[in-house]
């Protein structure tokens, strides 16, 4: 009652116009978006990547160098159509026939790119000022008192125009025409004689210039710097969701729904995040509504699949002695650096955990995500807020941080049990923008989050041994990494990864086989979540305070990233993937490159590694190196043939022989 | 002899599209009993019903005496039911024998922290089923391609993987979809072999759906015939071939006789 006591009703009709005109620029974005996805069957991540590229080419043109602004649009729209063009031709196209997850990845590995190079040349946090297409002038709303910018004006029109527009040509013409049959069937096109590498390039053209449109249009209206321009990714995704990733009008429709529903909230608090609560909320629920399992377009989502066998045996004592050097080496080398790279190895291994918690999840049981931080961020912060704030002592803080984790995965699990592939990944980008944006920012919980300080967590002692040292602790963590590679690698080896992996397969067979696949799903989120959550625990003592900017969703979407270029479905790839992500940085400081441009340089090889060796670069070692050393046979010696009974119903002269 | 299966007035619907239109059959312990029809008749739709594939089904499905309406596919296959897929359900990743091992994964009891730990109890029950999985191996003659993951293997190879993976199972009841689909002559003649073994050996009861008048009549003790979710006949295979209404079925009013092959060593795919 409070709540709606303190509301300024006299708001309403200007956040009225506020959110009509901001669901006009998500529009625009879907827009986009769908038309790309309805044509090739991509669902384009770097879209507000795109978008924010181009925005920043029309500040360049028009702010910087001072033409006029309708040049700089024009300047966007060019560079968007060309982003888009090389998009799908260098990196898209190489794809055809493989999974749709495959080029959702590529796409991620452009929004890196993008994004990291925006805030190299046009610098992250800088204030940028907008590109002002139209007047702010306005006009008063006929018979009421509201008053309407003619800019507002201008992007609602835009975007229903072309939101119809393309949802006409699409109809009536007949390059629409082809391009709903590629969409259909590429390959029956093909046969009918459509230039189907054509038609995907225009959708792709086309749509990265809708996105640029719907770029320059937002920047006056949202923080005009890379990282938040690339982020309208989510809301186009919300509106497109709600047309079901096809309905270009019911896009539109929730595109405004979607901009009414984030400005409302600021009647009624000051809390900057409750839009993004909003959000989620729409995400989870349009998910759920729409997508029931058995829907057409779920099931062909499922109809593309990477084909990778898992690695064959592999030969135990060649093994044993690789491990065991590898330990070696993990506790001799740190010596003989300062405590500062001890530190570097120690967070390394931390980050080797969150790792290792998508080798469970996205390599066993093939779910996608990228909110491993956020399940971090609980162990972390429960972990905090009980040392920092209440004086627990750190064990039993851990503990329960872990056991909170668990719980979380489990009930992101749950609606994740009707998705899969792309709409579990902008799932979980919503959840961890939730956690980014709403939950762990300041003013919504701050007895957990710390608000806008952070907790300070000494470093605990373990049986008596203080850990204090670089080099203890970073004994300690290698001694945990170690146990939950073992037990991970146990995990993958017996009955629990078979079942996970079969699930991955072929749900329909597995529970046909007596696997209940919903308590394996959601036991794996939960393992997964919870070994992600031990990370984020201990990163609390390794860093010695815990807040919220270190738990991002700019560090899932790199962790994600790393996970699959260094090989999700293999264990030994999680201490790889740690390293390189801590230590990448740190020897950027050695040569004359920035480390901002540290994810531009993941992205590339993410995109690169997606093209070129699918299964991830550590398996590939391990494939070679299985070639050298060729295992043992699984069964030394056979067990005892059964006798088959004589058949009934034979003659003679078809004698059993199945032989192949 | 024994129901063990009985179908009781099952309808299904898809949309308009009546699949299944008040279908009930009864299938005895111990027998083979085919279940033919043109394509689109209902086949399918009913394995997927009896499986619990399909929820909201209406009418009931009793096993055993007791009613599946309730229970969830995975629940079902722990009442031994097992199935083989028409369009080939393997897990194409997992090497032949960890296909083989599934099942008997789904029906072991322990828990992720067994396995977490590796403790005792778990290298016993691993030990213990891969034994079990090999013999099955063995029985459907797949000793050499343990390891090969099974997207690589042959359709011929898989087919008879699938029938492996079921009998991991135990099956008291195996329901066959289509699984001479896609085989040429030699492979379904070495499939009717196999399923003549599996019965002798195993005393399983199997409900056979195929196209292949010769496997049908060669293997199933009784047949059913469906058509536009109908049961239109019913009886012997020799009663079957002759029955007007099942050649009307395949071939429509005009044609009449001489299609379905009497031959049982040809295999003539009808439909």
């Given at each position: ?24 620029i ?29 925005a ?9 160098m ?78 009421t ?31 629409g025409?082809?391009m ?15 230039n ?16 640029a449109?719907a ?33 270009l ?33 729409l ?62 190895a ?52 851990l503990l ?41 920012a ?59 992996r ?79 992500l ?21 992205g ?11 299964q ?45 | ?5 009985q ?58 005496g ?36 599934l ?30 999985a090999r ?14 993951p ?70 199933c ?36 006789t ?14």
């Amino acid at each position: 009652m409070g709540i709606v006591a303190s509301a300024n009703w006299g708001l309403l009709p200007g956040y009225t116009v506020i959110g009509i005109t901001l669901g006009g620029i998500y529009a625009l974005a879907a827009i986009g978006l769908v038309l790309i996805y309805r044509v090739s069957g991509v669902l384009n991540f770097a879209q507000g990547a795109v978008s924010m590229f181009s925005a920043f080419v029309a500040y360049q043109v028009s702010t910087v160098m001072g033409y006029p602004a309708a040049v700089g649009l024009l300047a966007a729209i060019v560079a968007g159509g060309a982003i888009g063009y090389l998009i799908e031709r260098f990196t898209i196209r190489p794809l055809a026939g493989r999974a749709p997850l495959s080029k959702v990845v590529v796409t991620i590995g452009w929004l890196l790119v993008l994004q990291t190079a925006a805030g190299l040349i046009w610098g992250q946090t800088a204030y940028h000022r907008p590109v002002q297409l139209v007047s702010i002038q306005g006009f008063t709303f006929p018979g009421t008192s509201v008053v309407v910018g003619w800019d507002e004006f201008t992007t609602i029109v835009v975007a229903l125009g072309l939101a119809f527009g393309t949802a006409a040509v699409l109809r009536w013409t007949t390059f629409g025409t082809s391009m709903r049959a590629v969409a259909d069937d590429p390959v029956a096109a093909r046969l009918w004689g459509i230039n189907v590498n054509r038609v995907m390039a225009v959708s792709w053209v086309a749509g990265s210039a809708m996105g640029a449109i719907a770029g320059v249009l937002i920047t006056p209206r949202i923080n005009f710097d890379p990282i938040s321009l690339t982020l309208v990714v989510i809301d186009a995704f919300t509106a497109a969701l709600i047309g079901r990733l096809t309905s270009l009008p019911w896009t539109v429709i929730g595109a405004m729904f979607l901009g009414l529903a984030e400005t409302y909230p600021r009647i009624f608090s000051s809390n900057a995040g409750a839009g993004n609560a909003v959000t989620f909320a729409l995400v989870l629920l349009t998910l759920a509504i729409l997508f029931r399992p058995g829907t057409r377009l779920v099931q062909r989502m499922a109809a593309g699949r990477d084909y990778v066998p898992v690695p064959a045996a592999d030969n135990p004592p060649v093994r044993r002695v690789i491990v065991a050097a590898a330990i070696g080496v993990g506790i001799v080398i740190p010596l003989l650096f300062s405590g500062y790279y001890q530190s570097l190895a120690a967070y390394s291994l931390i980050v080797g955990l969150i790792v290792l918690s998508l080798v469970v999840l996205t390599g066993l049981t093939g779910q996608i995500s990228f909110c491993q931080y956020s399940f971090a961020a609980i162990g972390a912060f429960t972990v905090g807020s009980l040392v920092g704030g209440h004086g627990w002592s750190f064990w039993p803080a851990l503990l329960l941080g872990v056991i909170c984790s668990i719980g979380i995965g489990v009930l992101v699990g749950i609606p994740a049990l009707r998705l899969s592939g792309l709409f579990l990944a902008i799932l979980t980008i919503a959840v961890a923008l939730f956690f980014d944006h709403f939950l762990l920012a300041p003013g919504t919980l701050d007895s957990f989050s710390g608000g806008v300080s952070s907790w300070t967590v000494a470093r605990p002692s373990f049986l008596g041994i203080s850990l204090d040292g670089s080099y203890a602790f970073y004994l300690f963590t290698l001694a945990v990494f170690l146990v939950a590679v073992l037990a991970v690698w146990n995990l993958s080896r017996s009955k629990t990864g078979r079942v996970l992996r079969a699930i991955r397969n072929s749900e329909i067979a597995a529970a046909t086989s007596g696997v209940n696949v919903t308590a394996w799903k959601l036991t794996s989120f939960g393992v997964s979540a919870g070994l992600a959550g031990l990370a984020g625990g201990l990163l609390a003592p390794g860093i010695g305070s815990v807040s919220a900017g270190a738990f991002g969703f700019q560090q899932s979407l790199a962790v994600a990233a790393i996970a699959i270029v260094v090989g999700v479905r293999s264990v030994g790839a999680a201490a790889v993937g740690g390293i390189f992500l801590i230590f990448g940085p740190e020897l950027l400081t050695h040569t004359p490159i920035s480390t901002l441009a540290f994810p531009l340089i993941v992205g590339s090889i993410l995109i690169l590694q997606v093209i070129l060796t699918p299964q991830g670069v550590v398996p590939d070692w391990q494939a070679r190196f299985r070639k050298r050393f060729p295992p043992a046979p699984r069964f030394p010696t056979a067990p005892e043939p059964l006798v088959v009974e004589p058949m009934p119903n034979l003659t003679a002269s078809e004698a059993p022989t199945v032989k192949v | 002899m024994a129901v063990l299966l009985q179908a009781d007035d099952v309808s299904m619907s898809f949309g308009g599209v009546h699949a299944l239109a008040g279908v009930s059959f009864e299938l005895h312990r111990g027998e083979t009993l085919g279940l033919i029809g043109p394509n689109g008749a209902g086949k399918t739709t009913m394995f997927n019903c009896i499986t619990g594939v399909l929820p909201g089904y209406r009418g009931h499905i009793y096993y055993d005496g007791r009613d599946l309406r309730n229970l969830k596919p995975h629940q079902r296959a722990r009442l031994k039911i097992a199935r083989t897929f028409q369009n080939l359900e393997l897990f194409d990743e997992l090497s032949a024998l960890d296909n083989l091992l599934l099942p008997l994964d789904a029906f072991s009891r322990r828990g992720v922290l067994g396995d977490l730990l590796r403790l005792p109890r778990t290298v016993f029950e691993e030990r213990r089923a891969q034994e079990k999985a090999r013999a099955i191996l063995h029985f459907i003659n797949l000793d050499d391609w343990a390891d090969t993951p099974v997207g690589d293997l042959p359709v011929g190879l898989q087919r008879r993987l699938e029938i492996g993976r079921a009998l991991c199972l135990e099956p008291q009841l195996l329901l066959l979809d289509e699984p001479g689909s896609g085989l040429d002559a030699r492979e379904t003649s070495e499939l009717a072999r196999l399923l003549a073994s599996v019965r002798a050996r195993f005393k399983i009861t199997m409900l056979l759906v195929d196209h292949d008048m010769a496997l049908i009549m060669r293997i199933c003790n009784r047949i059913y015939v469906l058509d536009y979710g109908r049961m239109i006949a019913e009886g012997p295979p020799e009663q079957i071939r002759d029955d007007p209404r099942v050649v009307r079925a395949y071939l429509g009013d005009a044609t009449a006789t001489g299609v379905v092959s009497t031959e049982p060593a040809t295999s003539g795919a009808v439909g």
